[in-house]
């Protein structure tokens, strides 16, 4: 009766071992710091300029929007707390993870997936290497520090943004929008501001590797494997950070 | 466990793969230096064969015992010493992409623990035994080149040249011609009987061509000019080649025997293999 349960369950408990072993050889040898460090170059340094513009317009957007909402109560000179909010706690690392899984998910996956459908990984493993250190846990390890990074980036840039329409569209100073947002902020949303993307990239790096390597039926296979390495952990970002929030705000 | 000198041995092996037999009850066993060359369909099983070997693929029942020791149960870790004595060229020759030439024959080299128990091999030792083994394959001028530049036959021998770096007492190639021009093909079989015949290694080959199978039963190397000769019955070093012909269907073995008994085998499956190799 429950038959139609098995296979995503199955594939839940093939994940979380994959995940344990990925996390387990962090602490053990042989460490692979080549491709940790090629894998940070990949990942971080070739989303940065994605992730820059990306911030930059959600700050732009949220000081539009706002100002309309604001001018109705007189309370334009909040503006810099909105943005400030908004873009640290849940904007700057759901639509940062968003684009590095859109870019990144797929691209390990397919690699990966890639490697797996021309016996690569099998050769890997023939010849003496264990394809979860080799692969996964350097991709897990970069992804989980770059993806912090480009958040806190991509948050700066988008206080710029805000704070560029609301001196040029909303009359108040740089100075005083960006000393509201600075005091807007607390110790409460620095943490989920980096706890989150964290998280999130944990998501990404094994839901990428665990769809590669599953990949099988040929160069069709490795199309499936990336659609569904990007769907489900976009889905998974979005489930995270709502399962955080309420944690969070009641922390108040 | 008793004294065993068999360099493989299955017992009663079966793997399913989805709802179909891989592998059916399949028993065999070979000893040091002797050939064996394994023919079938495309899909009777003969890949899964070579991959349950190494333990790359686990048997639902059945023992495999590699090199006298029974590695069924084996971990992925206790896997990769013995791993480490054989060889294996993968069908589309397995080579990583993202790695040279020279990266690629050099890889068991560098992770093979079991090889560098006597301290790591250094870099230059490595390149050495990177250029000889590349050199046996007549591709040292490859070495900075990646897998994608070259051509489907050059990247079968440059899986050679890895998969023989280490000198390994048992060798497992994976359908080595499959999809390569006659000429082509015959090199790769040249190179692979030199191969066995310089450093008497146990081999086997998985095939779905009979003129495979005939000529490494049929020749062999001959140091002295260099040339792969035709065999001559009653000579003393000739003697030593010794090839067995198993035939796979739909995951059972079914013939085992020398390349004479294949021609004389009644069976309309096994006769298939053998007019398609000699038309």
């Known amino acids: ?252 | 466990m008793p004294q065993d000198d068999t360099v493989i041995r299955f017992e009663d092996v079966s793997l399913l793969y989805g709802d179909t037999h891989a592998l059916d009850h399949v028993s065999f066993f070979m000893k040091p230096g002797e050939t064996c060359v394994v023919l079938g369909a495309a899909g009777s099983g003969k890949t899964m064969l070579l991959k349950c070997t190494v333990g790359l693929v686990k048997p639902d029942s059945g023992r495999v015992i590699l090199f006298g020791r029974d590695v069924t149960n084996w971990t992925e870790n206790q896997m990769f010493d013995i791993r480490a004595k054989v060889g294996i060229l993968f069908q589309e020759g397995g080579l990583f992409d993202s790695l040279t030439i020279a990266e690629n024959v050099a890889y068991p080299l560098e992770n093979q623990h079991a090889l560098s128990n006597d301290g790591k091999l250094s870099e230059n030792a490595i390149l050495e035994r990177v250029r000889e083994s590349l050199r046996f394959v007549e591709l040292e001028h490859t070495l900075e080149k990646f897998p994608s530049e070259l051509s489907g036959g050059m990247r079968r021998r440059v899986g050679i040249a890895r998969a023989t770096v280490t000198e390994p007492p048992l060798v497992l190639y994976d359908s080595p011609t499959a999809g390569l021009d006659p000429i082509t093909a015959n090199t790769i079989i040249n190179l692979i009987i030199k191969e066995r015949d310089l450093r008497d290694t146990a081999a086997i080959m998985v095939t779905h061509r009979f003129l495979d199978g005939h000529l490494m039963a049929n020749f062999r190397y001959n140091p002295n000019n260099g040339n792969v000769e035709p065999v001559v019955h009653g000579r003393a070093e000739d003697s030593a080649v010794t090839t067995r012909f198993l035939v796979m269907k739909e995951g059972r073995l079914v013939f085992e025997g020398s390349e004479r008994e294949l021609l004389e085998n009644p069976d309309p499956y096994v006769q298939k293999f053998c007019r398609a190799g000699t038309s």
């Open chain 1, 1 to 252: 009766m429950l038959d139609f349960l098995k296979q995503p369950i199955e594939t839940f408990q093939e994940f979380m071992f994959l995940s344990g072993r990925a996390i387990r050889n962090i602490f053990r040898s042989p460490h692979y710091a080549d491709d940790i460090l090629l894998q940070m170059d990949v990942i971080g340094v070739g989303s940065l300029f994605i992730v820059t513009l990306i911030g930059f317009f959600s700050g732009v957007v949220m000081g539009l929007q706002m100002s309309r909402a604001l001018a109705t109560y007189g309370a334009q000179g909040k503006i810099g707390e909105i943005v400030s909010i908004t873009l640290v706690r849940e904007l700057g690392p759901v639509l940062t993870a968003l684009l590095v899984a859109g870019r990144n998910a797929s691209g390990i996956a397919s690699e990966i997936g890639s490697m797996r459908v021309t016996e690569q990984i099998d050769a890997m493993r023939a010849l003496g290497t264990d394809p979860t250190q080799k692969l996964v846990t350097p991709r897990l390890i970069a992804t989980a520090i770059v993806l912090p990074l480009l958040t806190v980036i991509a948050d700066f840039i988008g206080l710029l943004g805000g704070g560029f329409i609301a001196s040029a569209m909303m009359n108040i100073s740089f100075d005083q929008y960006w000393n509201s947002a600075w005091r807007a902020l607390e110790y409460n949303d620095l943490v989920q501001g980096l706890l989150k993307p964290f998280l999130f990239a944990i998501v990404i790096a094994l839901v990428g590797c665990y769809y590669g390597i599953k990949t099988s039926g040929g160069t069709q296979g490795v199309g499936r494997a990336t659609t569904k390495a990007v769907v489900v952990s976009s889905v998974w970002i979005f489930v995270i950070t709502s399962l955080l929030d309420p944690l969070f705000v009641n922390l108040q």
